[in-house]
């Protein structure tokens, strides 16, 4: 069975410093991989997906970045964190038959 | 522009009652539409639908896709307050299997 790991679970970092957060994938070959943020406990925003190694598509601008290394690997970066980019930040991936499922989540604060 | 729309934003009931909610869509090349309960973590997985007028059940939760009107409904019966949560749903769409979601339903039974 396929199953997504992500960490930390939790991340307080103050405003100015960098990121990373990282997503794996096991149990599947060549998913679609997302990066998602929720804030206010509501509304999946979707930041970046990938369809395959090296492929990353962005949807909103702003100082977050993705990188997909390996095929099940999906990792979201910032080289500066702003107070704004406090959140729930959640990776998800997609069979080919559709669906989605999602990794626990990491709750990131920037003081 | 691909939307999904769910209504209503917010619903208060009490033990015992049933509950319907409402979920639309506009998406190019519709794949499947998902339901999601979110509790204070990751949003986990209820349903999956592609095809027209087939009820799919869970125990109290079932959901049932229209592709003509474009539209799903979940429907909760005999509500506990442990259905408490956010509903989510979403369409799986286009030939990037991209998940486009709402904003959620905020349900809240009170004893």
């Known amino acids: 069975s396929q199953t997504i790991h992500q960490w930390p679970a939790t991340l307080v970092q103050p405003v100015g410093s960098p990121l990373s957060l990282e997503c794996t994938v096991e149990?599947?070959?060549?998913?679609?991989l997302y990066w998602y943020r929720q804030a206010a406990g509501r509304g999946l925003q979707l930041l970046f997906y990938s369809v395959g190694i090296g492929q990353i598509s962005s949807e909103v601008p702003q100082n977050l970045s993705a990188s997909r290394p390996q095929d099940r690997q999906f990792i979201l970066s910032s080289k500066k964190l702003l107070l704004s980019d406090s959140g729930f930040y959640l990776c998800?991936?997609?069979?080919?038959?559709?669906?989605?499922?999602f990794g626990p989540g990491t709750r990131l604060l920037v003081l | 522009e691909d939307k999904v729309v769910q209504s209503p934003l917010s619903l208060v009931v009490h033990e015992g009652d049933t509950v319907t909610l409402n979920c639309s869509y506009e998406?190019?090349?519709?794949?499947?539409l998902l339901w999601y309960k979110q509790e204070k973590k990751a949003p986990t997985f209820l349903f999956m639908l592609?095809?027209s007028g087939i009820e799919k059940k869970s125990g109290r939760l079932s959901s049932i896709l229209d592709k003509k009107e474009l539209f799903s409904i979940l429907n909760i019966t005999a509500t506990q307050t442990g259905d408490s949560a956010i509903y989510l749903c979403?369409?799986?769409?286009?030939?990037?299997?991209?998940?486009?979601w709402g904003l959620g339903t905020s349900l809240a039974v009170n004893p």
């Open positions: 979403a369409s799986n769409a286009g030939n990037n299997r991209k998940l486009i």
């Open positions: 149990g599947t070959s060549n998913p679609n």
């Open positions: 998800a991936w997609s069979p080919l038959a559709g669906g989605g499922y």
């Open positions: 592609t095809s």
């Open positions: 998406v190019t090349n519709f794949r499947s």
